[in-house]
């Protein structure tokens, strides 16, 4: 059975930095890309980006492109999302996800990911 354990949220001022780590364990991980969401209170779940299975290729959603990273490391069968100048809008529940099918790219829809974790939680003060 596939698991995902995210890990790394907190509270940080405006302008911080958080990194956030997502363990996978369950299936082969270097086969599957992965993805990170969040969602906000009162808000739907959106999209924050991708990143292929072999790790050459990322993907944002505008708001946050320029100032997150996303990177993988293989071996580890872990995820990473580098979050730089932190906003208050950032704040939300994060979540990572694997798509369902291998060499896939799931892309930014939600549905195109089989398996989530159970979220962290980040909040930016202003």
């Known amino acids: 059975q596939v698991q995902l354990v995210e890990s790394g949220g907190g509270l940080v001022q405006a302008g911080g930095s958080l990194r956030l780590s997502c363990a996978s364990s369950?299936?082969?991980?270097?086969?599957?890309?992965m993805a990170w969401f969040r969602q906000a209170p009162g808000k739907e779940r959106e999209f924050v980006g991708a990143i292929s299975w072999g790790g050459g290729t990322t993907h944002y959603a505008d708001s946050v492109k320029g100032r997150f990273t996303i990177s993988r490391d293989n071996p580890k069968n872990t995820v990473y999302l580098r979050m730089n100048s932190l906003k208050p809008e950032d704040t939300a529940v994060y979540y990572c996800a694997v798509v369902a099918r291998q060499y896939y790219n799931g892309g930014s829809e939600a549905s195109a990911y089989e398996y989530w974790g159970q979220g962290t939680q980040v909040t930016v003060s202003s």
């Open positions: 369950g299936r082969t991980f270097s086969r599957y890309a």
